[in-house]
C-alpha cells in the first residue's frame, strides 16, 4: 500500500503490542468459558486445559437451567438494562440539548448541578433510596431498578451529549426551523443521527455496570420474581461451598447478551467514525 | 408593495445592544446587500429578518404582513447559509422536498418545484447523492436550489459565498444574479466582500457598530459617501486620507480614492515608493510622505516604478471628499 511509509518492523511491534493487550483481555473470559464444560475435579486440577471426553461436563449448564427460574432471571437482566439505556439515552439527549440549545436563565447553574452527580455516587443514597421505594411500594419491582440506574446514568449522559451537542451546526438547525421543523423534529431527526456516535459511547458506558450490579438488585428487588441475573447467580456462591460448574456457566450465559448489545452499540461507534471521516 | 419593512428594529443581547433603531424599506424585486465590518449586526439583522432571533423593540413586516412574532417557517423567506447547512442524512433531492413536505405541499407541486429549481441550477446528474458526496459549489447550488423551491417572497443569503474559492466564487456571483433577473424576487444579502456587494445589489446598506450609515446604489456610495465610514469601507484599494491643511483644503481630512491620484513631475504630495504591486492591469504602489502619511497609488496599466524612488503626486481636487474631525462629510 504506503511502500513509503510502511516499516515491517513498526509493523511488527504494533501487532505484538495488540496481541499481547488481547491475549490479557481474553484470558479470564477464556477461562470462564472453558471451564464452565469441565468436572469440578478437572476444573481444579488442570484449570487451564481444554475439556477432554474425560473431563468435559455439562453439569454446570444442568444445574443453572434446573436451579432456580434462570431464564426469568435472564429477562429481568434485560429489561432493566434495556430500559434504563432507554430512558438514559432519552432523558440524557433531551436534556443536553436543551442545555446546548436553547438560552435561559440559569442555564450553567443547571448544567453545573446535573454534572455534580457525576461526582457523587448514587450508592451514598441506597438508604434514602430503599424508604422512598418502600413508601412508594416499588419495592421488588423492575421498575425501582430501572429509575434508580437512569438516575444514575442521567448526569454522565448529559454531560457528554450536550458536549457533542453544542458542536452541531447551528447553520443546520436554523435552516430546519426555516423549513418548518418543530424543535422536536429538529431534535429527533437531524441533531439524534449526528450524535448517534456519542450516544453509543454513552450506552456502552452505562451498560456493563448496569448488566453487573449487584447492590440495588440486592437491596431493592431481591425477591424471586425481580431477581437479575448478577443476583441469581449469587444463590451458587456459599459461604463454605461454592457450586463452581455452576457459577461458570451462569457467567458464561451472562456474557451473551452484552455482548450483542455491545456489538449492536460499537457498529454504531465505528459507522459515526468513517461517516466523518470520508466528509 | 413593499418586501420587506423595518421600523425601529432594536435588539440587545443582555446589557449588549446590538441593532440601534434599524428603518429600512425594500422595495419588490429588489437585490440589498448588507455590508459592514465583522461584529457590526449585519447576520444578526438578517437572523432578526428571518425570525431566527426576536427583536428586542420595533417591528418586521415581509410582503405588507406585520411579522414581528411569526415563526420562520410562516414568513415566507427562505435562507441560504454560509456553512451550506444541507440536511447530511438526506439526497438532494430530500434536501429539496423537505421544506414543502413540512407545509403539506400536494406531491405533484413538489416534483415540479424541484424540475424547476434542478433545470435552473444544473443540478440533474446530483439528484439521489448526498451532501457529503458533493463538492462545495454543488452543495451551495443545492442550498440555492432548497430555497428557490420555496418560492418565497424574500431571499435571504448569509455570506454565501465565503467557502469558496475563487474561481467558485465568480461563477456563483453571476449565478446569483441571473437567478435575481430570472425570478424577479427580493432578496437581501449579507457580505464582508465589498465586490460582491458592488456587483450584486441594486442598493448597499452599510452597516457599523448596530446601525445603518448610509442606504444607495453602488455608484452613490462610491462617489457621494455620506461620511468618512463609508468612504473609507467602499471602494478598493480603499481611500487615502490625508491632513488637509498642508494640502489647502477645508475640514481636518482629505479623501482622495487611489484611482484619482497620479504620478506627476510637481505636485502637492511627495514622497518615497515603499512598495509596488504589478497586477498587469493596474500597478498599485504605496506611497509614504516625510509626514509619515500612507497613500496608496492605483495606476492602470504597467509603470515602471521602484521602490525607494521619490515621487510626486498630483489628484483631481473635484473628485476629493472633505470630511471634519468627527468624520462628516462636507459638502462645497
Redesign the interface.
Known amino acids: 500500500m504506503h511502500k513509503a511509509r510502511h516499516n515491517p518492523l513498526n509493523s511488527i511491534a504494533a501487532h505484538a503490542a495488540l496481541l499481547t493487550w488481547t491475549a490479557i483481555a481474553l484470558f479470564p473470559v477464556t477461562v470462564i468459558l472453558v471451564n464452565s464444560f469441565k468436572t469440578r475435579k478437572a476444573i481444579f486440577r488442570e484449570p487451564l486445559a481444554l475439556p477432554d471426553a474425560e473431563s468435559f461436563s455439562m453439569v454446570g449448564y444442568q444445574t443453572v437451567m434446573k436451579q432456580g427460574d434462570f431464564f426469568l432471571y435472564f429477562q429481568n437482566s434485560m429489561i432493566v438494562t434495556v430500559a434504563s439505556l432507554f430512558l438514559i439515552l432519552l432523558f440524557g439527549a433531551m436534556a443536553a440539548f436543551a442545555l446546548s440549545e436553547y438560552r435561559f436563565r440559569g442555564n450553567t447553574l443547571m448544567g453545573l448541578y446535573l454534572a455534580l452527580g457525576i461526582m457523587i455516587p448514587i450508592r451514598i443514597g441506597t438508604v434514602a433510596i430503599l424508604e422512598l421505594m418502600v413508601d412508594t411500594g416499588l419495592v421488588n419491582t423492575l421498575a425501582a431498578l430501572i429509575l434508580v440506574y437512569t438516575a444514575q446514568g442521567l448526569p454522565l449522559a448529559v454531560f457528554i451529549l450536550s458536549e457533542f451537542m453544542r458542536q452541531v451546526s447551528d447553520d443546520l438547525k436554523n435552516a430546519g426551523r426555516i423549513d418548518g421543523m418543530s424543535e422536536y423534529a429538529i431534535f429527533f431527526r437531524l441533531v439524534l443521527p449526528l450524535v448517534r456516535p456519542a450516544m453509543a459511547t454513552v450506552a456502552v458506558f452505562n451498560m456493563i455496570p448496569i448488566w453487573n450490579d449487584l447492590w440495588f438488585p440486592l437491596i431493592l428487588a431481591p425477591g424471586e420474581a425481580t431477581k437479575t441475573l448478577t443476583l441469581g447467580s449469587q444463590v451458587f456462591i456459599g459461604q463454605f461451598v461454592t457450586d463452581w460448574n455452576a457459577v461458570l456457566s451462569a457467567l458464561s450465559l451472562a456474557i451473551l447478551p452484552v455482548l450483542v448489545l455491545y456489538v449492536i452499540f460499537s457498529r454504531q461507534l465505528i459507522r459515526g467514525i468513517t461517516s466523518g471521516a470520508v466528509k | 408593495m413593499t418586501a420587506l419593512l423595518l421600523e425601529n428594529v432594536h435588539k440587545s443581547f443582555g446589557t449588549v445592544q446590538v441593532l440601534k433603531d434599524i428603518g429600512l424599506e425594500v422595495a419588490d424585486g429588489e437585490f440589498i446587500v448588507f455590508v459592514g465590518p465583522s461584529g457590526c449586526g449585519k447576520s444578526t439583522l438578517l437572523?432578526v429578518i428571518?425570525g431566527?432571533e426576536d427583536v428586542s423593540a420595533g417591528r418586521v413586516s415581509i410582503g405588507g404582513r406585520d411579522v414581528t412574532a411569526t415563526?420562520?417557517?410562516?414568513r415566507g423567506?427562505?435562507?441560504v447559509?454560509?456553512?451550506?447547512?444541507?440536511?447530511?442524512?438526506l439526497d438532494v433531492e430530500g434536501n429539496m422536498a423537505?421544506?414543502l413536505k413540512?407545509?403539506g405541499e400536494d406531491r405533484k407541486v413538489i416534483a415540479e418545484r424541484i424540475a424547476m429549481a434542478t433545470r435552473m441550477l444544473s443540478l440533474e446528474p446530483y439528484l439521489k447523492r448526498r451532501p457529503?458526496e458533493l463538492s462545495g459549489g454543488q452543495r451551495q447550488r443545492v442550498a440555492i436550489g432548497?430555497a428557490i423551491v420555496r418560492k418565497p417572497d424574500l431571499f435571504l443569503f448569509?455570506e454565501p459565498l465565503s467557502n469558496l474559492d475563487a474561481a467558485l466564487r465568480m461563477a456563483t456571483r453571476v449565478e446569483i444574479a441571473r437567478l435575481h433577473r430570472e425570478l424577479g424576487a427580493s432578496m437581501i444579502y449579507v457580505t464582508h466582500d465589498q465586490t460582491e456587494a458592488m456587483t450584486l445589489a441594486n442598493r448597499i446598506v452599510v452597516l457599523r457598530d448596530g446601525r445603518i450609515e448610509q442606504v444607495g446604489s453602488p455608484m452613490e456610495l462610491y462617489n457621494d459617501p455620506a461620511n468618512r465610514f463609508v468612504a473609507g469601507f467602499i471602494g478598493a484599494p480603499s481611500m487615502n486620507f490625508l491632513k488637509a491643511g498642508p494640502l489647502g483644503a477645508p475640514g481636518a481630512e482629505l479623501g482622495i480614492r487611489p484611482e484619482t491620484l497620479r504620478v506627476a513631475a510637481e505636485g502637492p504630495i511627495r514622497g518615497t515608493v515603499t512598495h509596488v504591486e504589478r497586477l498587469g492591469s493596474d500597478t498599485n504602489l504605496l506611497v509614504v510622505t516625510p509626514t509619515e502619511e500612507t497613500v496608496t497609488v492605483r495606476l492602470f496599466g504597467q509603470h515602471d516604478h521602484r521602490v525607494g524612488e521619490e515621487i510626486a503626486l498630483d489628484f483631481d481636487r473635484a473628485r476629493a471628499l472633505s470630511f471634519d474631525a468627527g468624520g462628516k462629510r462636507l459638502r462645497h
Open positions: 437572523r428571518a431566527l415563526p420562520p417557517a410562516k423567506i427562505a435562507m447559509f454560509q456553512s451550506y447547512a444541507l440536511y447530511p442524512h423537505l421544506g413540512q407545509a457529503s432548497r448569509d
